[in-house]
């Protein structure tokens, strides 16, 4: 007899037209890819998005970046730009079909895929993304779906993506459909010392590249970073997990240097929360995958 032909579960991302991490896009996609799901994407305008080009190459992220010549010449920009895994997974989903021919936000529909993953990224061009009220209302309207055995659908989501599923109002509750759950995401510490060393010591023509959306002089420090935006859409500021002190790799998951890989998870910082996964930055993202991976595989 003919094998059955197996049916792959659907995992949508949808991203910016520009400056998506390409480090929490391309090794989800990878590891995703890797243990036989289906990953497809959704822009704006239904055209293939690009990441962060700085993130990948590290030019552009020294005080001598603006020279054209001299902007090869990295060493900041080493350390910053997304690691040998993350690059090589980015060029290999630059060919991909899915990623080479997303839908539109317009055209995306919950029942169509068993799982969500919400990518960051920090620059300007994060915002299309950040604010598009019709994806807004596809997240919510995601984290509000079950699957035929009545269990919530798998969605994960990591720096400025839970930012966008902090923005997303439930119907039901008129609340974010964050409030009432556990998260995490790019913590201010993090946030704000990538800032401070790309503000001071890196592009210091282009002191805010770091920050998507600045103060204004009216706003409490650090009113409009992830962590305390995300936190004014939770039930209770304790909602948002920190590394607890008391860990013992909480030196390695706070430094913001040391990143996590696919057999070593010990750099990594990932909370969940029923079906719900949420992760700081590019460092957690094997480890953020990997979850996905079996929290889906153990969603029927």
């Known amino acids: 007899m003919p094998q059955e032909k197996t049916i792959k579960k659907k995992v949508i991302i949808p991203l910016p037209s520009y400056d998506f991490d390409p480090t929490e896009v391309a090794v989800p996609w990878k590891i995703l890819r890797d243990n036989s799901f289906d990953v497809l994407f959704a822009t704006p305008d239904g ?98 779906s079950k699957n035929q055995n009545n269990q919530h659908k798998p969605i994960a989501a990591v720096c400025h993506g839970v930012v966008l599923a902090a923005r997303s109002i439930s119907n039901s509750t008129g609340k974010s459909v964050l409030f009432g759950k556990k998260t995490t995401a790019l913590t201010w510490k993090l946030e704000n010392s990538a800032w401070m060393l790309t503000k001071y010591f890196a592009r210091f023509w282009d002191p805010d590249y770091y920050r998507t959306y600045k103060e204004k002089s009216s706003d409490p420090k650090a009113f409009w970073s992830v962590e305390h935006e995300i936190k004014r859409a939770l039930n209770n500021d304790t909602d948002f997990l920190d590394v607890p002190k008391s860990s013992p790799s909480y030196v390695i998951k706070t430094s913001g240097i040391v990143r996590d890989s696919l057999n070593n998870s010990k750099a990594a910082w990932v909370v969940q929360d029923g079906n719900y996964l949420s992760a700081r930055w590019p460092g957690d993202a094997h480890t953020l995958a990997m979850k996905f991976v079996s929290i889906l595989n153990s969603s029927a």
């Open 47 to 144: 055209k293939a998005a690009q990441g962060d080009i700085m993130m990948l190459t590290g030019e552009g992220l020294d005080p001598w970046g603006w020279i054209p010549l001299l902007k090869k010449i990295r060493f900041i920009g080493l350390m910053l730009r997304a690691d040998k895994h993350a690059r090589a997974a980015y060029q290999a989903m630059q060919l991909d079909s899915n990623f080479q021919k997303p839908c539109m936000y317009s055209e995306l529909k919950v029942e169509d895929y068993e799982g969500l993953l919400l990518p960051g990224g920090h620059a300007p061009r994060m915002k299309p993304y950040l604010e598009d009220k019709g994806l807004q209302t596809f997240v919510a309207d995601f984290f509000e």
